[in-house]
């Protein structure tokens, strides 16, 4: 069975700061997808940044990095410059080969951007 | 991204009384579209997948019958919560997927649903 673990509850950064936030994932499928959103206090879930599990490289878009770790099943999200407007709540989420596009997800991390 | 729109934003309803949530993939066709429950400050939980043209595929645990979905066009998914309790009361949030299946889901902005 697919699963996905976020650790942390909630995470406080400092306005400018970089920060990390944890995803771990298990499956059995050999070819699977993994995705973070954010989700803002108004609800709504942006996509943020798509890893492949045989993408060779790390995905980045923006500020936005994934720190892909196969052999450790992790996929941590990696936030450059904390902007206020970075507060939210985000998502880890895994998409498998063998399903019909079904997205599992992560408990959640809430981040807090200090001024 | 892709855009997909959800009407209404929000809604409140007496108990009793269905209500109708669309789903609508502005800029591209979906044959799959997904429909999720969200309860505060948690995770966002699976309810069915929806496909054009035929049956949704409803998670365990997830009463079809009240929860009725129809996917009458590439572009548009409905979600129909008949007969609404007050413990219905959520957020409801669509997602599609493109032709492929495989690609990014894009979310719907979501629905309020308050049953008094």
């Known amino acids: 069975a697919q699963k996905i673990t976020q650790t942390q509850p909630g995470m406080f950064v400092q306005e400018k700061e970089a920060v990390t936030l944890d995803c771990t994932y298990d499956?059995?499928?050999?070819?699977?997808?993994l995705f973070w959103y954010k989700q803002p206090s108004s609800g709504e879930m942006i996509f943020l940044i798509y890893?492949?599990?045989?993408?060779?490289q790390n995905a980045t878009e923006g500020r936005y990095s994934l720190n892909f770790q196969k052999a450790r099943k992790s996929a941590n999200l990696v936030i450059s410059a904390s902007q206020l407007g970075d507060s939210a709540m985000y998502f880890c989420a895994m998409r498998g080969a063998l399903n019909t596009g079904k997205l599992i997800f992560g408990q959640g991390t809430t981040l807090q951007v200090k001024p | 991204g892709a855009v997909v729109s959800q009407h209404p934003s929000r809604v409140i309803c007496k108990s009793g009384t269905s209500v109708k949530i669309e789903c609508r993939s502005l800029d591209f066709q979906a044959t799959t579209m997904f429909w999720y429950r969200q309860f505060p400050k948690k995770s966002l939980m699976l309810m069915a997948t929806s496909n054009e043209g035929s049956k949704a595929t409803y998670e365990q645990g997830v009463e079809k019958d009240k929860f009725l979905i129809n996917h009458a066009s590439l572009t548009l998914s409905t979600l129909t919560v008949t007969s609404a309790h007050p413990e219905d009361s959520s957020f409801y949030i669509c997602?599609?997927?493109?032709?492929?299946?495989?690609?990014?889901?894009?979310f719907g902005p979501g629905t309020r649903l308050l049953v008094l």
């Open positions: 890893q492949g599990s045989y993408d060779q």
């Open positions: 997602s599609a997927v493109g032709t492929s299946g495989q690609e990014t889901q894009y």
């Open positions: 499956t059995s499928d050999p070819s699977y997808g």
